[in-house]
């Protein structure tokens, strides 16, 4: 059987690089998995959750703030804008995070501010908190 190589990489470092039996992408017009012997496609994908199966069947889960696929004769290359393991989701920082995006918005006095920047820091904050929550059981 052929084997489905995946490699996630983010503008720091390689996050990612093992054989997988599964991907499940956000991806911009919704969720799509990736298999053996998909497809080629090329894709966007959106803030959201990525779903590792790995060969033995254990179930991996990522924070993203979106990027790119690229799947092409059974490679998977993700290009993260930014991505966390689970296990690595600092929930102290995601919540500050989230703090000063909001605050930002609520300043009416400060006009350079910008709005949709800053909501998108908060849906990326939120994601974080979901997660961390759904799979860490760590926010009280």
Sequence with gaps: MAELNLEITSPEKTVFSEIVTSVTIPGTEGSFQVLVNHAPIISTFEIGTIKIVSENSDVQFCATAGGTIEVLNNKILILADAIELIK??????????????????????????????????????????????????TIS
């Design 88 to 137: 690595d989701i600092d929930v102290d920082r995601a919540k500050s995070a989230k703090e000063r995006a909001e605050k930002r918005i609520s300043d009416k006095e400060n006009k350079e501010i910008d709005v949709e920047r800053a909501k998108a820091a908060i849906k990326r904050a939120e994601n974080r908190l979901i997660l961390a929550e759904m799979y860490l059981k």
